[in-house]
């Protein structure tokens, strides 16, 4: 067996897209792991597979660089859109998720914008641990929580050079509040529209971007009042932009790139 695949990303954040329509899925937790290390693999944040769907172009399946699933990845649904978009000259597709049906659309030559749900609020749909106000947890630095699909905690700072990532990040990923663990976020404020934004992945690390994570960081701000309801997210690898009106569902719109296509030798499917 070999398969195809494409390398993409969208603002620094890097992922592969396997094709298997139509074909058998041969992506276990261990070949998703293997994959994933930039030194003997490709080396992604993730892993999109598309599979076949009824009720939409493709069903995504997700996973992270450590062989770990997620519902929900926002720069590889957008980059799957742009791949699917472009195979069909469509300016829009439904993709489904473990968050449902997704619909994508083109705004530019590679703009792509994403409908990602309605944010999860509920202590129990994030989830947490412990009935509580998601909007200020009992955590050192009073962070909020929310879910779009993954678990998202978000801390607002002063000045992100301050901030060890990498330290408080890993210790929140794991903190017993969230059985399932948590992506982690860092926001600067810089004015009602405008953020800066450092993430600790979930399962992944410090990455140059995100798109979830973007979308959730966007969510804890609004709820707090601290943004409008149209916030350009300013990340290590570079920007996009998000929209909620507090109410509805969260639009993240930014471009998305392939970098290579290549293919999967048979032998790395082996044990």
């Known amino acids: 067996m070999t398969l195809s695949f494409t390398k993409m990303h969208a603002h620094g954040d890097d992922f592969i897209v396997v094709d298997l329509r139509g074909q058998v899925d041969p992506i276990t937790s261990e070949v998703a792991r293997r994959l994933g290390d930039r030194h003997r693999g490709i080396g992604f944040n993730q892993l999109a597979v598309l599979l076949d769907c009824d009720d939409a172009a493709a069903r995504l399946r997700f996973w992270n660089s450590n062989g770990s699933m997620l519902d929900t990845c926002g720069s590889a649904t957008r980059g799957v859109a742009d791949m699917l978009m472009r195979e069909t000259q469509a300016s829009s597709v439904v993709l489904r998720t473990n968050r449902g049906l997704l619909t994508c659309t083109r705004v530019s030559e590679q703009g792509i914008s994403v409908d990602m749900g309605k944010p999860l609020l509920h202590w129990q749909d994030i989830p ?116 909620w009106d507090g109410l509805g569902s969260v639009v993240l719109t930014g471009a998305v790139e392939s970098i290579f296509h290549g293919t999967i030798v048979s032998h790395f499917f082996q044990a």
């Open 128 to 243: 947490l641990a412990q009935a509580m106000d998601t909007h200020l947890l009992p955590l050192p630095g009073s962070p909020t929580a929310c879910s779009m699909g993954n678990p998202h905690c978000t801390f607002f700072v002063d000045d992100l050079t301050q901030v060890d990532v990498a330290g408080m990040g890993a210790k929140t990923e794991i903190d017993p509040l969230f059985p399932h663990k948590t992506n982690v976020h860092f926001v600067q404020v810089i004015d009602r529209r405008h953020i800066r934004l450092r993430i600790w992945e979930r399962g992944g690390g410090i990455p140059l971007g995100s798109g979830s994570c973007c979308c959730g960081a966007v969510v804890g701000g609004i709820r707090r009042g601290l943004l409008d309801d149209t916030v350009e997210v300013a990340c290590d690898g570079g920007t996009v932009t998000v929209q």
